[in-house]
C-alpha cells in the first residue's frame, strides 16, 4: 500500500521560508510525477507544483520564482521550497503522486503565514 507523509509545514512570518517533505513508501515514487497542491478554507485544491520522473517542473503563476519543487529518488522523497511567503499562502499543502491513473494523496501540513 501507498503511503505519504507530509511534514515541514507550521507558522512564520511574511517574507519567511519553509521547506516541505514528502514521504512515499513503496516502489512507485521513482516513475511517478509528484505534485503539491494547495486548499484555503472554502476553496477548492489548487495545484501548487509539480515534477515529473524525468525532473521537468511546473508552478502555479502565484508560486513562481518563490517556490522550488524537488525530487530524491534514492529517498522516495519530495520537497518542496517555499520563499518570500506572503498571508495569502497560508492553506493545508498536500502532497500527491501519480502514475499511470494510480493516483494517492497524502494527510496534509498545514502552512500560516502570519505576523
Known amino acids: 500500500q501507498v503511503q505519504l507523509v507530509e511534514s515541514g509545514g507550521g507558522l512564520v512570518q511574511p517574507g519567511g521560508s519553509l521547506r516541505l517533505s514528502c514521504a512515499v513508501s513503496?516502489?512507485?515514487?521513482?516513475?511517478?510525477?509528484m505534485g503539491w497542491y494547495r486548499q484555503l478554507p472554502g476553496k477548492e485544491r489548487e495545484l501548487v507544483a509539480y515534477?515529473?520522473?524525468?525532473?521537468?517542473?511546473n508552478y502555479a503563476d502565484s508560486v513562481k520564482g518563490r517556490f522550488t519543487i524537488s525530487r530524491d529518488n534514492a529517498k522516495n522523497t519530495g520537497y518542496l521550497q517555499m520563499s518570500s511567503l506572503k498571508p495569502e499562502d497560508t492553506a493545508v499543502y498536500y502532497c500527491?503522486?501519480?502514475?499511470?491513473?494510480?493516483?494517492?494523496w497524502g494527510k496534509g501540513t498545514l502552512v500560516t503565514v502570519s505576523s
Open positions: 513503496g516502489s512507485i515514487f521513482k516513475s511517478a510525477v
Open positions: 500527491n503522486v501519480d502514475r499511470s491513473g494510480l493516483n494517492y
Open positions: 515534477i515529473t520522473s524525468r525532473g521537468s517542473t
